[in-house]
């Protein structure tokens, strides 16, 4: 049956920030396929999904060239998801995708040379069906590739209207600062910076917020909820289901160690305090900073999506309860 999404979506969205000083707005919370969307995930659970967000005003699906598993294979289910249901829909979406880590062999599948950058663009559109992404990042920096280099194949992809904006991620702030200056030479400004960022993985607050505010460009966090440990899955041992307990998952069971689970309880308990959910306290709290643009989350069911999305009904923290998480968070292991 075609999909008809909610006439509502925007009226009760998820609501938008600007992405830095840019006319560009994003969704605060934006979905990303990098697990759950691959060939060896369950397609209708994706579908629904995808529907669940886009009822919500969730308008920004986060991609790369390397997603799910086999590598590429969530960009072609979404491309098929793309075609049969969102077609009419084009418009209002932002899609994004990536390239810079390991996709195919030899010395041009991997890092940041020309030649790989803008190969990869020109198979990411393919396999999702499209004639440009809305974002196109370097997904990571090359220490042995000049930065002129990667950033004038992001430009030259804006140039040939391949991609609408560029972005970068993970990149260390000497070398964003001189991507950032590289990519407005070029007259492509760099739109938006994208790195990790939850209660266990703070670095970036005194390394990258302060560029990024000062440079206007937007920031968005990835793996919000440390991959799934802030939440309660993991507090009675490793369910088989979820990503650490599946063989294709990033996150492998020996992170989860007992003195992590120890600082997870109590963030859970204070969590429960606030009537919320863990996972929902987490999302909030990387929301609490303004120049957070958008956090994108992974879900692996359509319960967990509309779960998440409830954690933009209590934002508010005190300054007593900021510090008391940080300091449970922050604990030794
Ligand atoms: N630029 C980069 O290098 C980079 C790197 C990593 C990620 N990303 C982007 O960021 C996105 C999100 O990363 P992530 O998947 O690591 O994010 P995450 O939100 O930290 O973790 C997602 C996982 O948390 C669990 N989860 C989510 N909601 C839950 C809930 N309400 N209750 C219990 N468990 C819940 C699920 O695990 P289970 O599967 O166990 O249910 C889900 O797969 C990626 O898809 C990708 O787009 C970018």
Not at 14 to 28: A, I
Not at 121 to 141: A, E
Not at 155 to 183: C, F, H, N
Not at 233 to 248: C, H, M, V
Request: glycine share 8%; hydrophobic share 35%.
């Amino acid at each position: 049956m075609q999909y008809t999404p909610n006439p509502e979506r925007y009226k009760n969205s998820v609501g938008y920030n600007y992405c830095g000083k840019s006319g560009l707005q994003l969704p605060r919370i934006s979905l990303g396929l990098w697990h759950n969307f691959g060939d060896v995930n369950d397609q209708n659970e994706a579908k629904k999904m995808l529907f669940t967000a886009f009822d919500n005003g969730i308008t920004h699906f986060d991609l790369a060239n390397n997603y799910g598993t086999p590598f590429g294979s969530a960009e072609i289910n979404f491309g098929k998801f793309l075609k049969n249901d969102f077609a009419p829909y084009r418009d209002e979406l932002i899609i994004s995708t990536k390239a810079g880590h390991l996709m195919w062999d030899g010395p041009y599948g991997d890092w940041g040379s020309r030649k790989y950058i803008i190969a990869s663009l020109n198979q990411s559109l393919k396999r999702m069906g499209l004639d440009y992404v809305d974002i196109f990042y370097s997904h990571r920096y090359d220490p042995n590739t000049p930065l002129e280099e990667t950033m004038s194949a992001l430009s030259d992809m804006v140039k040939q209207g391949k991609a609408l904006y560029v972005g970068i991620s993970k990149y260390p702030p000497t070398k964003a600062r001189e991507a950032y200056r590289l990519l407005r030479e070029n007259g492509t400004p760099c739109l938006i910076h994208q790195d990790r960022y939850n209660l266990f993985n703070r670095d970036v607050e005194q390394s990258i917020f302060p560029l990024v505010e000062e440079k206007n460009i937007g920031f968005i966090g990835f793996s919000p909820l440390a991959q799934g440990m802030l939440s309660d899955k993991y507090l009675d041992g490793i369910p088989t289901n979820s990503r650490a307990g599946q063989e294709f998952g990033f996150l492998k069971k020996e992170q989860i160690k007992p003195e992590k689970i120890e600082k997870i309880k109590r963030l859970n308990e204070f969590a429960q305090n606030r009537k919320q959910t863990l996972a929902q306290m987490a999302l909030a709290w990387c929301l609490r900073d303004k120049r957070v643009t958008s956090v994108i989350i992974g879900t692996s069911s359509v319960k967990q999506l509309k779960d998440n999305i409830k954690a933009l009904d209590n934002l508010n923290f005190t300054d007593e309860e900021l510090w008391l998480i940080g300091e449970i968070a922050a604990e030794s292991e």
